[in-house]
Nanobody
Framework: QVQLLESGGGSAEVGGSLRLSCAAS????????MAWFRQTPGNGREGVAS?????????NYADSVKGRFTISRDNDKNMMYLQMTALKPEDTAIYYC????????????????????WGLGTQVTVTS
């Protein structure tokens, strides 16, 4: 069984930075595709960034975070990260780590309904 645990959320000022971490456990082949999603009250989960945990990284980003957020992994530690810089108030959300065995088609890579495993989320608040 795959388990995911996010950490690193908190508050930051506009223009500031935060780094989120996702600790993953369970068979690697069951969580080959991993991603970060975010959700605000009354809205669905929005795909933020994704990668492939084994082999080529193949990072993908939502247009809203390109150039500001960086997704990465540490295979030895079974960790995935999201480095967030140049934060904006609209980045305020609960951020979730997600994983799925796959394979995923490219246009499915940031769709929440394609992911099987989810963490509990971590709150990110950007203040002005």
């Amino acid at each position: 069984q795959v388990q995911l645990l996010e950490s690193g959320g908190g508050s930051a000022e506009v223009g500031g930075s935060l780094r989120l971490s996702c600790a993953a456990s369970g068979p690697t082949f069951m969580r080959k595709y991993m991603a970060w999603f975010r959700q605000t009250p009354g809205n669905g989960r929005e795909g933020v960034a994704s990668l492939i945990f084994t082999g080529s990284l193949n990072p993908n980003y939502a247009d809203s975070v390109k150039g500001r957020f960086t997704i990465s992994r540490d295979n030895d530690k079974n960790m995935m990260y999201l480095q967030m810089t140049a934060l904006k108030p609209e980045d305020t959300a609960i951020y979730y780590c997600a994983a799925v065995q796959g394979p995923l088609l490219p246009f499915h890579i940031l769709r929440s309904n394609k992911y099987t495993y989810w963490g509990l989320g971590t709150q990110v608040t950007v203040t002005s």
